[in-house]
């Protein structure tokens, strides 16, 4: 491994900052509402809150197939200087995540109905659950669009952009969130309202950067194309397209199962778990998307090298990001060990729930060394267009050792839960790192 390839280091480090500081953007974001729910008189409207979240949240992880293979392509793309191509993935994209929100909304009713059946808590819990969830609903198309747009931006080297489009998002969002919660007194419901007028007005500030940028060659595809619905719906284009994506889907259903499963296990254990819980998943998706900074930077980095079919240049980007991912890893728990009691206390006020979340505290503290690993190797397995090996990965993580390890640890109850989960994590690494050390030569 060359450690003295100075010159790669910083391309690392160009990508990766304006990633790591945009990805930890949104689950601050996060803190915030559950700081402005978790300061209220009950815990149900944090849980209420937390639940309905998840119900969005978990079509919008869904769909992160849309920012994967966005961003992979379109790296890939831009490596092959293909600039038409480039345009069309983009295009493409946005059509798709419009047409996917679109559905959502269209069968909203029948998805909330079972999705809150499943996941239990008390009739508080409940109620505030279906209200958030049917105000963030409507805001899927752009957030599904935005998506698409933050991973074209990531794949044609706009770190920056992406870091600058995410911020101004966010800091619409936290306005409306202390103004609708702490001004208005609305509760769960100016939480939803604020994030829903912070995606769409995240949407109009994306196509605006998209267009200021890069306005000569969309005119330019726009003028050389002479039919445009019949280049982005060209069928065999599409049918790569949705080959890429099932792969992707799949791979993260079973990873919306897993937090999913987390969430109603914890609504099971009662409002209090869940409200603790909801501070510590928090924080584990703080420390996933700060990890996903260097992911992301060395999936645009191989995705480009596999598109200059240079095997030289994945070989080195790989063995880069892996050292700089453990060095992140090692910072994030030593952030937690030495904060973590402190970051709880800030967040809720409510006795019960800020005792039960120290009692878990030492999992945050482990998961970052778990997990590392699997953050890292999904994002070059993206940049190569390998999305069957993270599927079959996740499916073992999934059945072969989150389900079995909670059944197992069951007794143990909320740490059996915690347990299950870091095992999980863990395995997906070592499987996707054997992976590869097995076939580095084949790519």
Not at 106 to 129: C, K, M, P, R, T
Not at 174 to 203: C, H, N, P, R
Not at 292 to 298: L, S, W
């Amino acid at each position: 491994m060359k450690f003295n390839d100075i010159e790669r280091h910083k391309q690392l480090f160009i990508l990766a900052l304006p990633m790591i500081l945009s990805n930890i953007a949104t689950p601050l974001l996060g803190l915030v509402d559950t700081a402005v729910i978790g300061h209220l008189e009950y815990s149900y409207y944090l849980g209420g809150s937390t639940v309905g979240a998840m119900l969005i949240t978990a079509i919008t992880w869904l769909c992160g197939f849309l920012r994967m293979s966005t961003t992979g392509l379109s790296a890939q793309a831009f490596g092959k200087n293909d600039e038409k191509l480039n345009g069309l993935i983009l295009l493409r994209g946005i059509i798709v995540a419009f047409a996917i929100g679109l559905l959502v909304i269209v069968l909203q009713s029948f998805y909330l109905d079972i999705a809150l059946s499943l996941a239990g808590g008390s009739e508080q819990v409940q109620f505030h659950a279906r209200e958030y969830s049917e105000i963030r609903v409507w805001g899927l198309p752009a957030a599904l669009a935005n998506l698409v747009i933050l991973g074209w931006l990531l794949g044609n080297h706009k770190a920056k952009l992406v870091l600058w489009l995410i911020i101004a998002t966010n800091v619409i969002n936290l306005g409306l969130d202390l103004l609708f919660v702490i001004g208005f007194s609305w509760q769960v419901k100016g939480v939803a309202m604020a994030t829903l007028i912070a995606e769409y007005s995240g949407l109009i500030i994306g196509l605006s950067v998209v267009y200021r940028n890069f306005q000569a060659k969309f005119i330019s595809l726009f003028s050389s194309t002479k039919n445009m619905l019949f280049a982005i719906m060209e069928r065999a284009a599409l049918l790569t397209y949705f080959k890429l994506n099932r792969d992707i889907l799949i791979r993260t259903l079973c990873l919306e199962v897993c937090f999913i499963f987390m969430t109603f296990q914890g609504a099971r254990l009662g409002d209090d778990v869940i409200a603790a819980n909801a501070i510590l998943m928090n924080f584990l998706l703080l420390i996933s998307f700060g990890l996903d900074g260097i992911a992301n930077a060395a999936e645009v980095m191989v995705g480009k090298a596999k598109g200059e079919n240079n095997q030289k240049s994945i070989f080195a980007s790989v063995n880069i990001a892996l050292f700089w991912t453990g060095i992140f890893a090692v910072i994030y728990s030593l952030l937690f060990y030495l904060a973590g009691h402190y970051f709880i206390s800030t967040i809720s006020n409510i006795s019960a729930v800020v005792d039960y979340a120290q009692q878990y505290l030492f999992w945050i503290i482990a998961l970052p060394l778990l997990a590392c690993w699997c953050y890292l190797y999904d994002g070059i397995y993206i940049g190569l267009m390998k999305a069957s090996v993270m599927r079959n990965s996740m499916l073992i993580a999934t059945f072969g050792c989150f389900f079995p390890v909670w059944w197992l640890l069951n007794d143990f109850g909320n740490h059996g839960l915690w347990a299950a989960f870091s095992i999980f994590m863990l395995a997906r690494g070592v499987t996707l790192a054997w992976h590869y050390q097995r076939n580095k030569f084949a790519f």
